[in-house]
Nanobody, 117 residues
Framework: QVQLVESGGALVQPGGSLRLSCAGTGFRYDYSAYVMGWYRQAPGKQRELVASINRARTTTYVDSVKGRFTISRDNFVNTVYLQMNNLRPEDTAVYYC?????????WGQGTQVTVSS
């Protein structure tokens, strides 16, 4: 069974930066074949897909993070990253990684990102 472990969340001031990591194990096929995504869920809101990266390293982003967030992957260590720059209070959420589309049994614990002065 796939296990995904997110890390890197923290309390940061507006305008700051963070780099999130998500390491995975238990994949049935080679990790490079999977489309991976970063999702977030803010209090009282539905979980949303923030960024996605496919096998060709083509990336997509939700409009609210374009130009500020960058998703990348290292297939040798089964890890996907999310570099977040110029953070805003509205980026506050628990961040998760998963396949895109997500697999219900692959959600991890997430990592908390809080943007506040």
């Amino acid at each position: 069974q796939v296990q995904l472990v997110e890390s890197g969340g923290a309390l940061v001031q507006p305008g700051g930066s963070l780099r999130l990591s998500c390491a995975g194990t238990g994949f049935r096929y080679d990790y490079s074949a999977y489309v991976m995504g970063w999702y977030r869920q803010a209090p009282g809101k539905q979980r949303e897909l923030v960024a996605s990266i496919n096998r060709a390293r083509t990336t997509t982003y939700v409009d609210s993070v374009k130009g500020r967030f960058t998703i990348s992957r290292d297939n040798f260590v089964n890890t996907v990253y999310l570099q977040m720059n110029n953070l805003r209070p509205e980026d506050t959420a628990v961040y998760y990684c998963n396949h895109n589309p997500p697999q219900l049994d692959s959600w991890g614990q997430g990592t908390q990102v809080t943007v506040s002065s």
